[in-house]
């Protein structure tokens, strides 16, 4: 059995530590990527030549994810030049400054609301028909944090509460029409958000080695191993599995 139909995978947030990996792997079982970016085009454009030099077919998309307009664009042309639209990866994320609630503006509450909750929505919302055909499946990119919250990180954790709880919502009502939808909670990785935080001071030494012995594993996780997880439950290997959330965290939840 192949573990992916013919059509197009949508990696959001392709260009991210972790959603690269995800990519990549994708591209690694033949699937035909395409992948998004807010900003940063020219690692978009890298982890596509990159992709298109194993032969894979991989195109790059500029969206706003708080633009449901551009997000419902880039789905239709993606079904149009494919065919299907049969696996959503969101991996997407942003730098956030690692304030507590105390510090948090209603600007910024605000803000963070559009671009992570809505912005996961607006995919949601335009990719639900196309999955629908193809009996697709969505993996949102999730954070152990939920779990075992770390101060000062409540911007990037609160949304993905609000992300987790619409992907259970997806699971139980979509189910019917062959639609799947899982969690990846992803402990402490050294990729995308971390190294910033560790050379901008907001992480110090300190924290980095009381959380790598609070963690069973003693060691922080790589972008593969995640991308590795998600990858799985897009998969026809995990074609009876909906609803879930496998947490990537080397035992940090324990």
């Not at 994810?65 to 030049?81: F, Y």
């Not at 992570?116 to 990719?127: E, M, R």
């Not at 709880?165 to 009502?173: K, P, S, T």
Request: net charge neutral; glycine share 10%; with cysteine.
């Amino acid at each position: 059995m192949d573990e992916f139909p013919k059509g197009v995978a949508l990696v959001v947030g392709g260009s991210g530590g972790i959603g690269s990996a995800v990519a990549r792997a994708l591209a690694g079982r033949g699937v035909a990527i395409a992948i998004t970016y807010r900003k940063n085009e020219a690692a978009a454009e890298n982890v596509a030549k990159e992709i298109r030099g194993t032969g894979v077919t991989c195109s790059v998309h500029e969206i706003s994810l708080e633009d449901l307009e551009s997000v419902t664009r880039c789905l239709d042309s993606l079904v149009e030049e494919h065919g299907s639209i049969h696996t959503i990866v969101h991996a997407a994320g942003t730098y956030i400054d690692q304030p507590y609630v105390s510090q948090v503006t209603p600007e910024q509450w605000r803000n963070i609301i559009d671009w992570d909750v809505n912005g996961f929505f607006h995919i949601v919302h335009a990719a639900l028909p196309h999955l629908r055909k193809s009996k697709g499946s969505i993996v949102f990119i999730s954070s152990a944090g939920l779990k075992r919250f770390p101060p000062g990180d409540v911007l990037s954790i609160a949304p993905k509460g609000a992300n987790e709880a619409l992907v259970h919502a997806i699971a139980r009502e979509e189910g019917r029409y062959g639609v799947r939808a899982n969690n990846v909670a992803v402990g402490v990785v050294d990729a995308g958000m971390f190294p910033k935080l560790v050379q901008s001071g907001k992480l110090s030494q300190e924290w980095i080695d009381a959380a790598t012995k609070s963690t069973p594993l003693r060691r922080f996780g790589t972008p593969q191993e995640v991308a590795d997880a998600a990858v799985f439950l897009a998969s026809s290997r995990a074609g009876y599995i909906t609803g879930q959330t496998l947490f990537v965290d080397g035992g940090y939840t324990l």
